[in-house]
């Protein structure tokens, strides 16, 4: 009976020089196992490049799918903006009477048309372009961006159909753009850029936020007249010019459009730059996360 109880407290003293017992801490695995994503410009380019015909295949399933047993077809293109048009034409010119500074109404209002046409067919569009591509997202690799990228294209084909519409306009109210229009080209890199960052967004959205997809009609009810399509920039007071157009760039985008083509004179630069810079941000930051969220697309969806 002594013997036990010596062992007992023998085996406590021990217990108690060797301190409080620690919980094992599970270890995490070696370094070299864990996947770290790093994007890489060039890398990102070259992927992009070698994923064109893909691009080119699905933005021309896109369009046949949507004009192949249509009566009119491509006129569609032009029908919506045109109805809008004529519309604010009726409404805005006559019973607001918004000063165009000399411009015909329907060349002012078509011109916005056409920039907010392409940005609410790509953004809605392009919101659920993965979505509609789950199937061929899981057995296919390719870059992920491609999809919205896709639906740009589509919009950029109808924006070219509504382009040639906007001659005939110019045809109908004797007027031609000067040299001016040259500044449309850093123009549509900035409304490319934005949108195909919004594009981006809004795709991966859906997939994880399924209340995203109906969101969109509000939004693009609501964008169209918080956009100035109907009315020039100048409406909005202009100590707050400069921050509309860095959160919604598209306002610096066609006021640009219309000095260029309706007032031969080139676009504010100050607005220009900030939407410009406004534009980078959406891309990058909507690349950045679209790139850190698709890897559980599949996962989710």
Known sequence: MGGQRAQLVDEHE????????????????PPELVFKRRLRPVQ????????????????ERDLRARYKQAVLGFAWAVLTPLALCAIFTLVFRRA???DTEGAAYPLFAYVGLIVWQFFSNTMNQGALSLANNLSLLNKVY??????????MLVATVDMLIGTAVLGVLFLLF???PSATLLWVLP?????????????LVLSVAVVYLRDVRHLLPIITQMGVFATPVAYPLGQIPPGLQELYVGLNPLGAVIEGYRNALLYDS????TLTAIAAASSVVFLVGGYLLFKKLETGIADVA
């Open 187 to 199: 123009l549509l890199a900035v409304q490319f850029a934005f949108t195909y960052g919004v594009a």
């Open 44 to 59: 990102v380019a070259r992927e992009l490049w070698g994923a064109r015909e893909l691009v080119r295949a699905l933005a």
């Open 142 to 151: 390719c870059p992920r961006e491609v999809f919205p990228l896709a639906t």
């Open 96 to 98: 607001v009477h918004v």
């Open 266 to 269: 080139a676009p504010d630069f």
């Open 174 to 176: 004797w007027t031609a």
């Open 14 to 29: 021990r217990r108690t020089a060797a301190g409080p017992r620690r919980p094992a801490v599970a270890e995490g695995p």
